[in-house]
């Protein structure tokens, strides 16, 4: 069974900048990919950022290209979001996701994972 632990999350200053990090266990990954997303109070589940795990591209929302950088770390099974010039609109809940499957097309989609983490908090104050 994998499972995924987000850390680094917190309170910043708009601005300012929050590394997160998701570390995989259970299985060594050498396919497939994973995914940021982030959950606001009242809204939907939205995609962030996505790395395919053999090979790196990687994958943006629009609203955070140029601010948000995924990388990874395959010898440790480790992704990692490094969020600058954070706003208040970047306030919610981060999910690391993985799937074992690298699909382009569903990347950017929840229903396009099967293992979540339990979530870290990113509140951006103004």
């Known amino acids: 069974q994998v499972q995924l632990l987000e850390s680094g999350g917190g309170l910043v200053q708009a601005g300012g900048s929050l590394r997160l990090s998701c570390a995989a266990s259970g299985r060594t990954f050498s396919t497939g990919a994973m995914g940021w997303f982030r959950q606001a109070p009242g809204k939907e589940r939205e995609f962030v950022a996505a790395i395919r795990w053999s090979g790196g591209s990687t994958y943006y929302a629009d609203s955070v290209k140029g601010r948000l950088t995924i990388s990874r770390d395959n010898a440790n099974n480790t992704v990692y979001l490094q969020m600058n010039s954070l706003k208040p609109e970047d306030t919610a809940v981060y999910y690391c996701?993985?799937?074992?499957?690298?699909?382009?097309?569903?990347?950017?989609?929840?229903?396009?994972?099967?293992?979540w983490g339990q979530g870290t908090q990113v509140t951006v104050s103004s």
């Open positions: 996701a993985r799937s074992d499957l690298y699909q382009s097309g569903t990347v950017y989609l929840v229903r396009g994972y099967k293992y």
